[in-house]
T-cell receptor, first 114, second 117 residues
Framework: GESVGLHLPTLSVQEGDNSIINCAYSNSASDYFIWYKQESGKGPQFIIDIRSNMDKRQGQRVTVLLNKTVKHLSLQIAATQPGDSAVYFCADLLRGFGNEKLTFGTGTRLTIIP | DTGVSQDPRHKITKRGQNVTFRCDPISEHNRLYWYRQTLGQGPEFLTYFQNEAQLEKSRLLSDRFSAERPKGSFSTLEIQRTEQGDSAMYLC???????????????FGPGTRLTVL
């Protein structure tokens, strides 16, 4: 079936450095791609989304890049802080008859080293 | 805190018992979703409601699972005759869906962690 997967399960980054989390997707019909952050004991928290007709979108300290040619998505976090330590999921969203069902990948655990 | 609450936060039960979880979405949100998340995995879609109507159920939702949203506000998810494989985090999310709008962000609750012994 269709899936959204991640290249790396863990990533350690020095505080203050930039981090890049990668994601591969297989459903070329997806309408949106979304990044979620999940801290221990909490539900996923929305970070940023990108529509399938865009290549890049920037938020506060985060940038999402979408390469539809190779079906690749990345999340860049600038000047990482200890609070960025969490598991990051990419998800794709396919709109069909009004349903907005998210399909999540496995997740990457980001650890910020002080 | 996203404004979506779930109760209980943790539930330990014995195999064969029935359990029920509750989700209270953000008050003006017309859509409510249930997801299941096992350790190390991303959430998997189970079912969703628009107001009180259950519009889609995943194949993951066996006959032992039932969800309701009787008044279009809070929702319950019941698992009958629990099995050890039901152990997971059950997440609820809500959104304010409007047709033609760009992505309608889903706000997740903290989840209910179920352990079946």
């Amino acid at each position: 079936g269709e899936s959204v997967g991640l290249h790396l399960p863990t990533l350690s980054v020095q505080e203050g450095d930039n981090s890049i989390i990668n994601c591969a997707y297989s459903n070329s019909a997806s309408d949106y791609f979304i990044w979620y952050k999940q801290e221990s004991g909490k539900g996923p928290q929305f970070i940023i989304d990108i529509r399938s007709n865009m290549d890049k979108r920037q938020g506060q300290r985060v940038t999402v890049l979408l390469n539809k040619t190779v079906k690749h998505l990345s999340l860049q976090i600038a000047a990482t802080q200890p609070g960025d330590s969490a598991v990051y999921f990419c998800a794709d969203l396919l709109r069909g008859f009004g349903n907005e069902k998210l399909t999540f990948g496995t997740g990457t655990r980001l650890t910020i080293i002080p | 805190d996203t404004g979506v609450s779930q109760d209980p936060r943790h539930k330990i039960t014995k195999r064969g018992q029935n359990v029920t979880f509750r989700c209270d979405p953000i008050s003006e949100h017309n859509r409510l979703y249930w997801y299941r998340q096992t350790l190390g995995q991303g959430p998997e879609f189970l079912t969703y409601f628009q107001n009180e109507a259950q519009l889609e159920k995943s194949r993951l939702l066996s006959d032992r699972f039932s969800a309701e949203r009787p008044k279009g506000s809070f929702s319950t998810l019941e698992i009958q005759r629990t099995e050890q494989g039901d152990s997971a985090m059950y997440l609820c999310a809500s959104s304010r869906w409007a047709s033609g709008k760009s992505y309608n962000e889903q706000f997740f609750g903290p989840g209910t962690r179920l352990t079946v012994l």
